[in-house]
């Protein structure tokens, strides 16, 4: 038995192992696959500057730049894609390619890149002159407590409906929860939003809640008590647009999967056997039937924590990652791009890799060695 249990421990192990050895091509490939996407597209953060110097606008850089690349300053002779930049003194030009860090080839600026992320070091935003770790840490408590609120909501209620659906499959309750759930899933999270500010924020109806910002003016007066309740407050509207998309998703899941060991064998002998019906649904079910809801937690976590609230960040402008990294896509900002997609990306591969391991603790049987890592 202790060689079984030592022998296990050792597969984990170079499970885990292989997966954590994964993480690192895997980041890499993401990365390559955006930054060669981000060179052909137009408006790069030269050619914006350039424009600006000109008097043309940030709009011009996506017609006149002619569809050079992201810088589309990168020729081999150094010259700006921009018909009327040759009016610049050329100095300028090459000051203004060594600023922003297109001086050198593309592959040499990937290469150095990688050097800095893997050890952390993301530069400073382009426009801001500000480290981008400092940004991402400003605006992170935003994305967390929007993320976090929604995904304790979602699965606080979706689990027992989904395990009380499964159960009472085929009643009346059962029936009109799917239709609700669905409805709220058929409504895309911006238009509920935009809907909750005409009703409820001071748009035709109500003026009940804020249609801006996480707190008020006066947060730092309050108490921590009224600052809990101000917080709340604040996030009640863009939270409720977040998650009333999410429910249909994670209940049918826990359904299905909980109908699906109801209906296995090893519940019958459980219930011959004299077993209540609350001790065979606990006790035997709940173990099998949560792995496929484990499965999808990574996807949700990063989902509520970052993608899913975009949308949401911009038009409750709450000043999250999300809108961070919104917004520094439309300037070019590549810093803070490559950097918010480098903290998703290794987020979402470390989540995965916990989730694994969580099915392990769950469910002892499954075996790690004949997973690929």
């Known amino acids: 038995m202790d060689n079984f249990a030592g022998l296990a421990q050792r597969v984990v192990s170079s499970y885990i192992f292989r997966r954590i050895m994964l993480i690192f091509p895997t980041l890499i490939g993401i990365l390559l696959v955006n930054f060669v996407i981000i060179q052909a597209a137009p408006g790069g953060p030269v050619d914006q500057a350039i424009a600006r110097i000109m008097g043309e606008g940030v709009a011009a850089t996506a017609t006149i730049g002619g569809g050079g690349g992201a810088p589309t300053t990168g020729g081999p002779t150094g010259e700006s894609s921009f018909e009327f930049a040759r009016g610049l003194d050329p100095e300028l030009i090459a000051e203004l390619e060594q600023q922003f860090g297109f001086d ?149 899941l826990t359904k299905n999967s909980f109908l699906e060991e109801i209906n296995k064998q090893y519940v019958l002998t459980a219930q011959a056997k004299g077993l209540t019906p609350r001790r065979v649904l606990y006790g035997h079910v709940f173990r099998n039937a949560m792995l496929i809801v484990i499965a999808g937690f990574p996807a949700a976590l990063l989902g509520m924590l970052f993608t899913g609230g975009v949308l949401i960040e911009v038009i409750f402008s709450l000043r999250g990652i999300g809108l961070l990294g919104f917004e520094a896509i439309l300037t070019r900002d590549y810093p803070i791009v490559f950097a918010t997609l480098f903290v998703f990306t290794l987020l979402g591969l470390v989540t995965q890799l916990i989730a694994d391991i969580t099915y392990m603790l769950v469910d002892p049987r499954i075996d790690f060695e004949l997973r690929e890592g």
């Not at 150095?112 to 050890?119: C, L």
């Not at 500000?130 to 840490?137: R, S």
């Not at 009380?164 to 239709?179: E, H, L, Q």
């Open 104 to 252: 050198k080839p593309a592959h040499i600026r990937f290469l150095i890149m990688m050097r800095d992320y893997f050890s952390f070091e993301f530069g400073n935003s382009y426009y801001q002159d500000v480290p981008v770790v400092d940004l991402i840490i400003e605006r992170l408590p935003v994305s967390l407590s929007l993320g976090i609120a929604s995904l304790l909501i979602v699965y606080t209620v979706s689990l027992p409906l989904g395990i009380r659906k499964a159960v009472g499959d085929g009643t009346p309750f059962d029936i009109w929860t799917s239709v609700i759930i669905l409805v709220g899933y058929a409504i895309p999270s911006f238009v509920l939003a935009m809907l909750l500010i005409i009703v409820f924020c001071g748009g035709e109806f109500f003026d009940w809640f804020p249609l801006r910002g996480l707190i008020s003016d006066n947060y730092a007066e309050l108490s921590i008590l009224e600052q809990i309740k101000d917080r709340i407050w604040h996030l009640a509207m863009p939270v409720a647009a977040m998650v009333a998309g999410s429910f249909a998703t994670l209940t049918m």
